[in-house]
């Protein structure tokens, strides 16, 4: 049974077992879940890939709410200074990841992220058209890109 189904359950029962299903129990009870599997490896033939995704996720959850936060600080106070900071304007970045999740996953956050917009994909799917409020080096921001977002994305989904 994959890890990720069974943990699901764990959540259920424990919420089952308190008797409310409510948000917070769901999620203590994957919690609790997530920590009864990983101390019982050993009955699941070893080290699972599962519990390295989980990290990586959780990981990009992180990056991703301290890059928005950085980044709407920025947007905001140049925004409500009088002198104006942005110097816009529109990169290609070459695209690593290749499935169509992470294609959509990569130019989601991207989006979501004040101060930069995805607007395309090529038909190759091998660019990415980005809009950057802030691109007074346009290399450094496309670096930036495919170090933070892009490379985290793809260590989500490797096996």
């Known amino acids: ?19 409310s299903f409510s948000f917070v129990q769901l999620t203590l009870g994957f919690a609790i879940g997530f920590a009864t599997l ?7 033939g070893g080290p699972n890939g599962y519990y390295l995704r989980a990290w990586r996720i959780l990981r990009l959850i992180l990056f991703f709410i301290y890059d928005l936060c950085v980044s709407s600080i920025r947007v905001a106070y140049d925004v409500l200074t009088p002198k104006d900071l ?3 304007a529109i990169l290609e970045m070459p695209l690593d990841v ?12 991207i989006s979501l992220t ?25 290399d450094a921001v496309i670096a930036s890109l495919k170090s933070g977002m892009e490379r ?6 490797e096996e």
């Open 152 to 157: 985290m994305v793809k260590e989500v989904f």
């Open 1 to 19: 049974m994959n890890l990720f189904i069974f943990n699901l359950l764990l959540a259920v029962t424990w919420a089952a077992l308190w008797g």
């Open 114 to 138: 004040p101060g930069t917009l995805s607007l395309d994909v090529t038909p190759d799917r091998k660019t990415l058209i980005v809009h950057a409020m802030f691109a007074d080096d346009p």
């Open 38 to 44: 990983w101390i019982a490896q050993p009955l699941f």
């Open 86 to 88: 942005s110097n816009p």
């Open 98 to 109: 290749e499935s169509d999740i992470e294609i959509l996953l990569v130019t989601n956050l």
